[in-house]
């Protein structure tokens, strides 16, 4: 940070009046450069500096001495300010009527208008972070020696020199253990989306596509539905594209191929980067504004991260409570890194936004629980319970502290019965099921899945240019040598050509004459004849819907009466 002599010019000048009076000066005929001068001339003389701080109260010292012991003798604007309150910015008038140099409204009031600390700004991860700091050259002449920690008031409130450690919990209630189901219900979002590109409102599927997946999925939440999303996205196993969710084929198909263990940690990967996926949004009860302020939402998940790697034991259960408590007191502002709790637009359920220290419990203390209840559980990282926690292996080896397991996994096969039915257990293999699903309807989600073939899954796969060839190959591979069920052997014979018969079902209105001579003479009259389709018999015809009003007009023209109170009563 800068020196003491850059500091003072910092200063607003109208505190350098209240400086000289502090440190003993006479400044009335200087000018201010040459005040300044004098001002870090007596500043960093010991014997004087000794002076200033012996008149210090116990509290400012104490303050002052843990200031400097931070690292690089700085600390964050709104965390020095949370331990020793604000410091206000007063004009030269305001200093000589207050003198908060001698009475000021805090710690860090009276600190600032003494002159032994001043504020300054930093780049911290691409981020301008202001900090408070003492200058280094006045440190060399403060008498640290004189004052310990252990004269620290009681009561007075300061930062932890370092983190305490989690205790660990033995009688636990309502334990969710982790599992990988969310490694099979991608596959079959992206098994869906192969087929039916979905629209997306946002960070979101769109609503009709989420009620329609949820019934094939294991976890059918719509919090975790997104969660996939941005995941999905985040590892390249999905892009947008005109406003819909589309597969990326290439990525895709290698995901699925992998290890259930390998997938897991593809994806703990792509969260922890992932930028699109923002936890705050789908916390329930906070109601973030999307423009106002900005958000980084893979810097604060991977602050988190750190903090849990240091926190969290390798084994045994942990209070969710107590860790939240010691983030919040040690590393409160891992999200806010310049300690700004003012200018964040967050709403609650009343309605009311959430600004202040005072509301860290509601964000930052809800977005930890958030992380552990949600995407560390979903992706198999983390067991909860009722206000505990404890890291799986999957876990302690996302926050370093092994290697990644490599448990083996049985070659299973898809199971088929006689009546046609195909049963896929979640050991087989998910690009098998995957392959599976662009020609078989899923029935069922479960441990089995229950698929079956029909006409459409056919149909459906053949605009895929899967032929029933596939399907034969596919199966049989499956049935190493058993033979193929009756049901499924009928139905690929019936759809084995590859011209198919189909007809149209449609609705349409029907023109009906009293006789076959009144028909013949709509027929000859060719103002009549256009609004006519194809004939059903003597007496009717087929007629374009959208064109019978016009019709009745034409033939009342003509001297023909219409009777059209059976199609006003349908319609009706």
Request: glycine share 6%; proline share 5%.
């Amino acid at each position: 940070m800068k020196n003491l002599f850059a500091t003072l010019h910092d200063y607003d000048p109208g505190m350098l009046p209240a400086l000289a009076e502090t440190w003993r000066i006479d400044g009335k005929s200087l000018s201010d450069d040459e005040l300044i001068r004098q001002l870090q001339a007596a500043m960093i003389d010991p014997e004087s500096a000794e002076a200033v701080w012996d008149r210090l109260d116990e509290p400012a010292r104490t303050a002052l001495q843990l200031l400097v012991s931070s690292a690089q003798s700085r600390m964050k604007i709104g965390q020095f300010e949370r331990f020793y309150g604000k410091i206000r910015k007063l004009g030269r008038a305001q200093i000589e009527r207050e003198q908060p140099h001698t009475q000021g409204e805090s710690i860090a009031e009276t600190l600032f208008y003494q002159g032994f600390i001043g504020e300054g700004f930093d780049k911290v991860d691409d981020n301008l972070i202001g900090f408070i700091f003492v200058p280094p050259d006045l440190i060399a002449a403060l008498p640290l020696h004189k004052t310990s920690y252990d004269k620290l008031d009681e009561g007075m409130d300061v930062p932890p020199e370092e983190m305490r450690a989690l205790g660990l919990i033995d009688a636990v209630d309502e334990v969710s253990p982790a599992d990988t189901s969310i490694v099979d219900d991608l596959t079959t979002l992206l098994a869906a989306l192969q087929t039916h590109p979905a629209a997306l409102e946002g960070e979101r599927f769109a609503p009709d596509f989420s009620a329609n997946i949820g019934r094939y999925l294991l976890q059918p939440h719509e919090n975790r539905l997104s969660f996939m999303l941005g995941i999905a996205e985040s590892a390249d196993l999905i892009s947008r594209e005109d406003g819909k969710a589309h597969p990326r084929r290439g990525e895709a198909r290698s995901w699925l191929k992998a290890s259930r263990a390998r997938q897991i940690e593809q994806l703990a990967r792509a969260w922890l980067a992932c930028a699109s996926y923002r936890e705050m949004w789908h916390i329930p009860g906070l109601y973030p504004e999307d423009s106002g302020w900005s958000y980084d939402a893979a810097a604060a998940r991977g602050a988190v991260m750190q903090l849990l790697a240091d926190l969290l034991p390798q084994q045994g259960w942990v209070s969710v409570n107590d860790l939240i408590e010691i983030i919040k007191e040690y590393e409160p502002d891992f999200q806010r890194l310049d300690g700004d709790y003012d200018s964040w637009y967050i709403r609650n359920e009343a309605g009311e936004f959430l600004s202040g220290f005072e509301s860290w419990d509601a964000v930052e203390g809800s977005l930890i629980e958030f992380y552990l209840a949600g995407p560390m559980h979903w992706l198999g990282l983390v067991d909860t319970g009722e206000d505990v926690a404890r890291l799986t292996a999957y876990g302690r080896a996302f926050l370093e502290h092994n290697e990644w397991p490599q448990p083996s996994e049985p070659n299973a096969r898809i199971d088929l019965r006689g009546d046609g039915a195909l049963l896929v257990s979640r050991r087989v293999s998910r690009f098998e099921r995957f392959q599976l699903a662009r020609f078989a309807h899923c029935e069922k989600a479960g441990d089995p899945y229950h698929y079956r073939i029909d006409a459409g899954s056919i149909q459906r796969a053949a605009a895929q240019d899967i032929t029933t060839q596939h399907i034969h190959s596919f199966i049989a591979r499956h049935l190493e040598g058993k033979p193929m069920p009756l049901p499924i052997v009928k139905l690929l014979r019936n759809w084995q050509a590859d011209a198919l018969t189909s007809v149209t079902l449609e609705s349409m209105l029907v023109l009906r004459a009293t006789s076959e001579e009144t028909l013949e003479k709509i027929y000859a009259i060719p103002a009549l004849r256009r609004y006519l389709g194809a004939r059903l018999g003597p007496t009717a015809c087929a007629l374009r819907e959208d064109q019978w009003e016009a019709l009745r007009s034409s033939l009342l023209e003509h001297a023909i009466d219409v009777d059209s109170s059976r199609l006003r009563a349908d319609k009706e």
